[in-house]
């Protein structure tokens, strides 16, 4: 199947690792040019450059998104930008005895503010060509919190909100705006995380016991896994391009059914 995403330019946020990066792969591989962020130079040097390695499109814009003018700098060095994915992110395994206030209000920063500060300048332009398409990763712990990482949890939910109140703004125009909420997908953090905490919860010993044994107890799903990016990376390309023209202000779960809900 060809997604139609040739001829179209997508900046991905923070897609130096992880999610973004499998994102920024798959869709340079189904023909869109692709802006390669983070505020890793090297990082981002080496993604491109094998995307580019591989026949594909792709150039980097540097910058920290936790300020206005990094934000600048990222927008300028991207460019004439007609897909918007906000994926740059962080999460810090913090119990509430120790989120502070002002780590609540980095983690707003860095997990929510980020992506307003590319929607307005970039979002703007997509009105006027008459073709945007914004995806905003979310999560599944917006919806299904843990009692850990409240500051990190409440964040997710946020950009579940502005991303649909931006679709209602969007409206009559020919820019959407979306949300993909994976469930927890094994990016090597998450990995190394579960992997030192084995010992002491007796997962076993090799990755696939731990994989096993974490999943049942810690985010119990029907496919008995964790996701890998790619998965996530799937519904992030169907939503850029045109056969997702009529989806707008939708949320796509790819959590192996981690959130127990119809909707
Ligand atoms: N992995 C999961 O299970 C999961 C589940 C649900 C949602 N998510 C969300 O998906 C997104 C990607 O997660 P991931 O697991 O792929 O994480 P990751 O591998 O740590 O990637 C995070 C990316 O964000 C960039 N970034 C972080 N802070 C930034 C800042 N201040 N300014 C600019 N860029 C910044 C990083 O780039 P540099 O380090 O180069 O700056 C990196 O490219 C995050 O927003 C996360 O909340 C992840």
């Not at 919860?201 to 790619?230: L, Q």
Request: glycine share 12%; with cysteine.
């Amino acid at each position: 199947m060809d997604l139609q995403l040739t001829g179209h330019r997508a900046l991905i946020t923070g897609s130096t690792s992880g999610l973004g990066e499998a994102t920024a792969r798959l869709l340079a591989a189904e023909g869109a040019e692709v802006v390669i962020h983070g505020r890793s130079g090297d990082r981002a040097h080496e993604v491109a450059d094998s995307i580019v390695k591989n026949g594909g499109k792709a150039t980097i814009a540097l910058g920290d998104l936790g300020t206005d003018a990094g934000a600048d700098q990222v927008a300028a060095a991207a460019g004439d930008i007609d897909i918007l994915v906000n994926n740059a992110g962080a999460y810090e395994h913090l119990p509430w005895a120790e989120a502070t206030a002002d780590i609540w209000l980095h983690t707003y920063n860095i997990n929510v503010v980020s992506g307003v500060r590319m929607i307005q300048r970039l979002v703007p332009a997509m009105r006027d060509k008459e073709y945007g398409r914004v995806v905003t990763i979310g999560g599944g712990l917006s919806m299904q919190p843990f009692d850990n990482h409240p500051h990190y949890n409440a964040s997710l939910a946020a950009r579940h909100n502005l991303a649909v109140s931006l679709a209602r703004d969007l409206a009559g125009t020919k820019v959407t705006s979306n949300v993909v909420a994976p469930g927890a997908i094994l990016v090597p953090a998450v990995q190394e995380f579960l992997t030192k905490l084995s010992p002491e919860r007796g997962w076993g010993d090799t990755w696939d016991e731990i994989e096993y044994n974490s999943v049942r107890e810690i985010v119990p799903n029907d496919r008995v896994r964790y996701g890998r990016p790619d998965e996530i990376a799937g519904a992030v390309a169907y939503l850029c391009g045109p056969y997702a023209e009529y989806i707008s202000g939708a949320t796509i779960r790819v959590d192996g059914g981690t959130v127990r809900g119809a909707f």
